[in-house]
């Protein structure tokens, strides 16, 4: 009786979480088949299998369901590596978010904007869910590398931030040119090389009078074989 009862559970309507993730699969699907402007509520409960009482029970419109949508299926996919560099992971995970921005994805991201213009609870799920936590971890990631010395102290992270992430959404609502791995990375390299704490000369490196920079060590030595107080050419 129970293993019947447990095959027809399975065969009708998801349950619990089970509804969540089928509505949140469906939503998103249908964002990127038909984009916005065919992304309903009758359409998700119909794909999905749910009641749109169930919807309704965790999102209050459409434009809120299509955000959740748009999360639950992007967020996994431009999360932030852990390689122990701060400034690799950032540009890294930068390379990502313009291969994945410069699919299906950028251009639902701009039909959301587009729809929180006018939907106060669209544009509220946009920042709270995606836009305020995409900042926050990357805030995380840049202290790390103030912390380990790779970033010089001071820097003020949401300039960084708008600095490195702006000219994305720049390119996604204002198309002028595509979104590629190898721009984010030139992105990346412009952004952070006046943000690198002690930028010493490499060795090897020749300075402007032509000259061949020592390595570090040999510096330190130069410089402590320096006498503090030279005496003067007349003693």
């Known amino acids: 009786m129970s293993n019947t009862k447990s095959t027809q559970r399975r065969r009708g309507r998801p349950q619990g979480d089970e509804v969540k993730i089928a509505i949140l699969k469906a939503a998103n699907e249908l964002l990127e088949e038909q984009g916005l402007s065919g992304f309903t509520i009758d359409a998700v409960a119909t ?5 749109r009482s169930s ?29 122990g560099s701060a400034v690799a992971d950032i ?5 990502r978010v313009a291969e994945v921005y410069g699919q299906k994805v950028g251009r ?10 006018s939907d106060p609870e669209a544009l509220k799920a946009l920042l709270e869910g995606y836009v305020l936590p995409r900042r926050d971890e990357a805030k995380k990631v840049l202290a790390r590398g103030v912390a ?4 010089r102290a001071g820097i003020d992270f949401d300039v960084v931030i708008d600095a490195l992430y702006g000219p994305i959404w720049y390119r996604i609502l204002v198309p002028h040119a595509p979104l ?7 992105l990346a390299d412009h952004v952070f090389g006046g943000l690198m704490a002690s930028p010493a000369a490499p ?4 300075d402007a009078a032509g000259a061949a920079a020592p390595p ?12 503090q107080n030279p005496p003067s050419r007349g003693s």
């Open 47 to 51: 794909r999905s299998g749910a009641a």
């Open 55 to 83: 919807i309704y029970r965790w999102w209050p419109n459409r434009g809120a369901l299509a955000i959740a949508g748009f999360l639950a299926e992007t967020a996994q996919k431009i999360a932030y590596p852990a390689t």
């Open 91 to 95: 540009k890294s995970q930068l390379m």
């Open 108 to 117: 639902t991201i701009s039909a959301l904007v587009a729809q929180g213009q």
């Open 148 to 151: 380990n010395g790779e970033l």
């Open 180 to 186: 590629s791995r190898e721009w984010a990375a030139a």
């Open 203 to 206: 060795e090897g490196v020749v």
């Open 216 to 227: 570090p060590a040999r510096r330190r030595a130069a410089r402590r074989a320096v006498p």
